[in-house]
T-cell receptor, first 110, second 113 residues
Framework: KNQVEQSPQSLIILEGKNCTLQ??????????LRWYKQDTGRGPVSLTI?????NTKSNGRYTATLDADTKQSSLHITASQLSDSASYIC?????????FGQGTELSVKP | ETGVTQTPRHLVMGMTNKKSLKCEQHLGHNAMYWYKQSAKKPLELMFV???????ENNSVPSRFSPECPNSSHLFLHLHTLQPEDSALYLC????????????FGPGTRLTVT
C-alpha cells in the first residue's frame, strides 16, 4: 500500500534554532518527492522537489534530503524564524498519483 | 499569491442548504483539482479535471458535485451536507496531471451545522 508517514506530528522550537522534519514513504513506482509549507488559513506552497537521482536540494534556509535506498526524506530548517510556524507536508508522486503525508505542525516561539 | 483564488474563504451552512464553492486559476494550467483537508489527516483528493473533463472521482458522496465549465474555473456544488463534511476545501491547478507541481488556492473553510 502506498503510504507517506511524517514525524514528529508536532514540534515546538525557539526562534533561531534549527530543526529537522522526517518523511518515510513506501510507494512504487517513485517519481518525485516534494515538501510543501502550509501557513494557517492558506493553501500549501511548494518548497522543494527532488527526483530519484537527487539527494539534496536547498531553498534558502530550507534543505531537503532524499535517501532513495531507505525511502526517507528530511527537511532541515536553519536559524528558524517566527514565520516558519506552519504545517510542513511531504508529498510523493508515484504512478501518476500524489500520496500526501499528514504533515508536521511546527511552532516557532520567540 | 499562487495564482489560484477561491471564494468564499469561509462558509457556514445548514444541512439542508445548497451552496457552491468557486475556484479560478490565472496560470494557464489545464488540470484542476478539489481536495478535502480535515484536521490531523492527509489531504484527500476528491476530483481531478484535465482539459475540462473529469478524469478522477475518488468515491466522493453524491452530495458533492463538481463542475468545470472551462480550464480556468472549477466549482464544487454542495447539498444536504453532513457535519462530518466540515473541513478546509482546497482547489489546485497544474500544467499536467500528477506529478506536475500543483499550485493551491487558499481554501474555503466550510462548517456544516
Amino acid at each position: 500500500k502506498n503510504q507517506v508517514e511524517q514525524s514528529p506530528q508536532s514540534l515546538i522550537i525557539l526562534e533561531g534554532k534549527n530543526c529537522t522534519l522526517q518523511c518515510n514513504y513506501t510507494v512504487s513506482p517513485f517519481s518525485n518527492l516534494r515538501w510543501y509549507k502550509q501557513d494557517t488559513g492558506r493553501g500549501p506552497v511548494s518548497l522543494t522537489i527532488m527526483t530519484f537521482s537527487e539527494n539534496t536540494k536547498s531553498n534558502g534556509r530550507y534543505t531537503a534530503t532524499l535517501d532513495a535506498d531507505t525511502k526517507q526524506s528530511s527537511l532541515h530548517i536553519t536559524a528558524s524564524q517566527l514565520s516558519d510556524s506552519a504545517s510542513y507536508i511531504c508529498v510523493v508522486s508515484a504512478g501518476g498519483k500524489l500520496i500526501f503525508g499528514q504533515g508536521t505542525e511546527l511552532s516557532v516561539k520567540p | 499569491e499562487t495564482g489560484v483564488t477561491q471564494t468564499p474563504r469561509h462558509l457556514v451552512m445548514g444541512m439542508t442548504n445548497k451552496k457552491s464553492l468557486k475556484c479560478e486559476q490565472h496560470l494557464g494550467h489545464n488540470a484542476m483539482y478539489w481536495y478535502k483537508q480535515s484536521a490531523k489527516k492527509p489531504l484527500e483528493l476528491m476530483f481531478v479535471y484535465s482539459l475540462e473533463e473529469r478524469v478522477e472521482n475518488n468515491s466522493v458522496p453524491s452530495r458533492f458535485s463538481p463542475e468545470c465549465p472551462n480550464s480556468s474555473h472549477l466549482f464544487l456544488h454542495l447539498h444536504t451536507l453532513q457535519p462530518e463534511d466540515s473541513a478546509l476545501y482546497l482547489c489546485a491547478s497544474s500544467s499536467g496531471l500528477p506529478g506536475y507541481e500543483q499550485y493551491f488556492g487558499p481554501g474555503t473553510r466550510l462548517t456544516v451545522t
